[in-house]
């Protein structure tokens, strides 16, 4: 059975700082999502990498994949209050549509 | 906004009842996926339709049932309701084409408050 788990759960951090969040995985995978949820609202996708070594940038936000370790990281550079929220990576499971979700980190920057 | 519209926003219904889910996908997308986000749970994937044809089933109770209607919009039914059942039931879709890759586009979502 497919489980992921996420660390931390939370994470207050001050602006200008950087910070990872990890999703580990527990069987093979052939792609994983990170997404963003702001308080009260919907999904928001923000990578999807499908294959060993992918790495994606977008802001401030790096996310990587290394499937030999089935370890995704988010990494977050010199923080700004705008990206507060919580942070899920989900897991695909290989071959197939289904999908697992890892906890979620909540996120908090403070000014 | 993702393109994905999800009626009603909100719902509250009592233990017992039986209540449908209307998700309209991004225009041109064939791909419809439910999801379940409760406090306890966490985010679960339900179910995946492509095209009208059921692709995937997640952690989806027997009491809930999907289908996907030739125009594409999707119905998520949910029956003999139970209070654990509340929570927030987001559909999403993604692009055309049969593939495992594509990233998904969420909807609004709908509460669900099962009193």
């Known amino acids: 059975e497919l489980k992921v788990e996420q660390n931390p759960l939370f994470l207050s951090m001050q602006e200008g700082k950087n910070y990872t969040i990890y999703c580990n995985y527990s069987?093979?995978?052939?792609?994983l999502y990170w997404y963003r949820q702001d308080p009260g609202k919907s999904l928001e996708s923000l990578f999807v990498?499908?294959?060993?070594?992918a790495v994606k940038q977008e802001g401030r936000l790096m996310a990587s994949l290394d499937t030999k370790a089935r370890l995704s990281t988010l990494h977050i550079t010199a923080a700004v209050h705008d990206l507060s929220a919580t942070y899920f990576c989900a897991v695909g499971m290989g071959g197939t549509y289904k999908y697992i979700f890892g906890t979620g980190t909540r996120l908090k920057v403070l000014a | 906004d993702s393109g994905v519209t999800q009626t009603p926003k909100h719902l509250i219904t009592a233990t017992g009842q039986r209540v449908t889910l209307r998700c309209s996908p991004r225009s041109g997308d064939l791909s419809v996926y439910w999801y379940q986000q409760s406090l306890d749970q966490g985010l679960q994937f339900l179910i995946h339709y492509y095209n009208g044809e059921e692709r995937a089933k997640g952690n989806i109770l027997e009491r809930f049932s999907a289908q996907q209607f030739p125009d594409l919009h999707s119905e998520l039914n949910l029956s003999s309701l139970e209070l654990g059942d509340s929570a927030l039931y987001f559909c999403?879709?993604?692009?055309?084409?049969?593939?495992?890759?594509?990233?998904?586009?969420f909807g609004p979502g709908t509460r669900l408050t099962v009193t």
């Open positions: 999403a879709s993604s692009e055309s084409r049969d593939s495992l890759s594509y990233e998904q586009y």
């Open positions: 069987t093979t995978s052939d792609r």
């Open positions: 990498l499908l294959s060993n070594g």
